[in-house]
């Protein structure tokens, strides 16, 4: 994978991932703070046992939503606090944020949103009793948005994981998160809409599952539980117009915890295969007179010391034109392409470089996300 930036260029929907409710302006940093990585031994590296309740996972689709409460139990609400240089005389930015999360382990593994605990120096917890903990970060995927924090407890409430393949269209589901920030416990209930809706958030392409449960900010890591109380996702976006309402995603939980098993053993998710750019898609005319350039492409922003791209002499301004000769228009598509990809594979890239284009091998290396040795 790669990281991208915003396309300068109109969607057709509008997608807001429900980030961390800002109590102040900005967001601060754009990495995961150090200090709030676990330390890296045996104690933070334990296999996860995941609660899967009684039966098979399947759902009855009871429109009684009986097990409400019980999931209200496993689900917290998670307060940061970020900091960045760039005050007066050399002070600090401080920014507080809210989020949610969904207990996984009864001894204090909880599943949110990568994009929840990103750039937090500090991550509280509150459960739903009120008592509140420190979080550490045990592992984060910006890809997927996924991400795994842990609290010192025991005996408590875990989630029993269920299955989103098992779910059906017009299926019974409710969402308990922290909107606002200030709603910490809040259920709101409505169906599945539909099982497989491919979105674009963040330059990442995503297949979600789509709701008309109330979504809004500070519900992101919260869950989505089918009628039984069983986790089925991890709410993650809604979109935003003033022409459409009732729309919220969520991952599925098929998918998270595979990743989570990930985060808990390595502290990311190994063998993504990345070249070591920062990406943006510039589309419109605007965007080009904002960046000086004079045709819509993929720009490269930055790129990673030490990366492949960097040992190929990729430089920052370059417009990629071709890779392994496939014609490249966005950043999906080179996603797409890493996707496709193993580390230590070998690409060609075709970039233009002041009006000159430049053929370059790039071997690929290995993602790991910062914090992450």
């Avoid at 999931?71 to 998670?78: F, H, Q, Y």
């Avoid at 001894?107 to 990103?118: A, F, K, L, R």
């Avoid at 997927?144 to 989103?164: C, F, M, N, Q, R």
């Amino acid at each position: 994978m790669e990281y991208k930036k915003r396309s300068g260029g109109k969607t057709f929907f509008i997608v807001l991932l429900c980030m961390i409710l800002s109590f102040a302006s900005g967001i601060g940093g754009a990495y995961l703070a150090v200090e709030v990585w676990g330390k890296d031994d045996a104690s933070n590296r334990n296999e996860l046992n995941f609660n899967y309740g009684d039966g098979n996972g399947e759902t009855t689709g009871d429109a009684s939503l009986t097990g409400v409460d019980a999931a209200a139990e496993s689900v917290v609400e998670i307060m940061t606090t970020s900091r960045s240089s760039g005050g007066f005389y050399g002070s600090q930015n401080v920014t507080e944020g809210a989020g949610s999360g969904v207990i996984v382990t009864t001894d204090g593994s909880i599943v949110t949103n990568n994009h929840v605990v990103e750039g937090a120096s500090s991550i509280q917890v509150r459960l739903r009793s009120g008592k509140t903990y420190e979080a550490t970060l045990v592992g984060t995927d910006d890809q997927t948005d996924v991400a795994l924090i842990k609290i010192e407890a025991e005996g408590l409430t875990a989630a029993p994981i269920g299955s989103s393949a098992g779910l059906s269209l017009g299926e019974n589901v409710f969402v308990i998160g922290n909107p606002l920030g200030q709603l910490g416990g809040t259920v709101t209930r409505g169906i599945i809409s539909a099982l497989d809706r491919e979105i674009t958030l963040s330059g990442e392409t995503m297949n979600l599952l789509q709701t008309d449960a109330a979504v809004n900010p500070g519900n992101s890591g919260g869950g989505m539980f089918d009628a039984n109380g069983k986790l089925v996702g991890i709410v993650v976006a809604k979109t935003i117009s003033t022409d459409v309402e009732g729309l919220g995603f969520a991952i599925p939980i098929d998918d998270v915890t595979g990743i989570l098993e990930e985060l808990q053993e390595n502290g990311y998710v190994t063998g993504r295969a990345y070249m070591g750019i920062t990406m943006m898609d510039i589309t419109d005319a605007q965007t080009m007179m904002m960046y000086r350039v004079n045709r819509a492409g993929v720009y490269v922003l930055e790129v990673a010391k030490g990366s492949g791209a960097e040992k190929a002499g990729i430089k920052e301004g370059d417009c990629i034109l071709t890779i392994d000769e496939k014609e490249i228009k966005t950043t999906s598509e080179i996603s797409s392409l890493m996707d496709e990809k193993s580390v230590g594979d070998v690409i060609t890239v075709k970039v233009l470089r002041s009006g000159e284009e430049k053929t370059l091998t790039v071997t690929l290396g290995e993602y790991k996300p910062d914090g992450v040795q």
